[in-house]
């Protein structure tokens, strides 16, 4: 299995800007999760969505961001307009839910590494 | 609501030594405990989980024991090597997600 795959790796772009994030979860999970990094504010659960639907997106920083799923086996999150303060690591991370909470293991990607100059 | 607290780092410690980490947390209900690390340059992975109280997980010679009267999970490992050097993060479960503590940066010198 490849894991979770996460374009591109990096990414450089200018304030204004418009930004989208890539994610193929691990084929026959059914969560997908997306996460931001930073020094600052540690590990942040900025959406997740269960069978391709958007179960709690709470996390969400302001309306500039926005998170799809159009199938199981794609997601995007998308800046636009980008701003200096989005610069971090986003993680894309899958799980199988076999059953309500606890006990599902959540893989995650290499990470997007973004740069909004 | 649910929460995760680990004690910051960084924690700086030589080759061999004895290492713990401490965690503690809150939460409502019983919740499942994991250790992830993370390497440089890579996202996190599953290092260690326990799913009740008083039960011990255990990888790679690091080990954590659910302790619900105290309500932690402390990291150990009885002698670090320099490819320990990494992130460890403790967290919890909450429904169908996992909550994440602030993590803490590990240096293992030679």
């Known amino acids: 299995d490849a894991g979770v795959i996460q374009s591109p790796r990096h990414e450089v772009t200018e304030m204004g800007q418009e930004v989208t994030l890539r994610c193929k979860p691990i084929?026959?999970?059914?969560?997908l999760f997306w996460y931001r990094q930073t020094m600052m504010r540690g590990l942040e659960l900025l959406i997740y969505?269960?069978?391709?639907?958007?179960?709690?997106d709470s996390g969400m920083p302001e309306d500039r961001f926005s998170a799809k799923m159009p199938n199981a086996s794609f997601s995007t999150l998308k800046i636009q307009p980008s701003e200096p303060r989005d610069s971090a690591v986003y993680f894309c991370?899958?799980?199988?839910?076999?059953?309500?909470?606890?006990?599902?293991?959540?893989?995650f990607g290499p990470g997007t590494r973004l740069t909004v100059l | 609501g649910d929460s995760v607290t680990q004690m910051e780092g960084p924690v700086t410690l030589s080759e061999e030594a004895f290492l713990t980490i401490n965690c503690t947390y809150t939460?409502?209900?019983?919740?499942?405990l994991f250790w992830y690390v993370q390497y440089p340059g890579e996202g996190l992975q599953l290092l260690l989980k326990?799913?009740?109280?008083?039960d011990k997980g255990s990888n790679k010679g690091f080990e954590a024991t659910y302790r619900k009267e105290t309500t932690s999970f402390h990291l150990e490992k009885g002698s670090v090597q320099v490819s320990d050097s990494a992130v460890y993060f403790c967290?919890?479960?909450?429904?169908?997600?996992?909550?994440f503590g602030k993590g803490t940066r590990l240096h293992i010198l030679p």
């Open positions: 326990a799913t009740k109280a008083d």
């Open positions: 969505f269960n069978n391709n639907v958007p179960i709690d």
């Open positions: 084929s026959g999970h059914n969560s």
């Open positions: 991370a899958s799980s199988l839910a076999v059953r309500q909470g606890p006990y599902n293991e959540q893989f």
């Open positions: 939460a409502t209900g019983y919740p499942s």
């Open positions: 967290a919890l479960s909450d429904d169908d997600k996992i909550i």
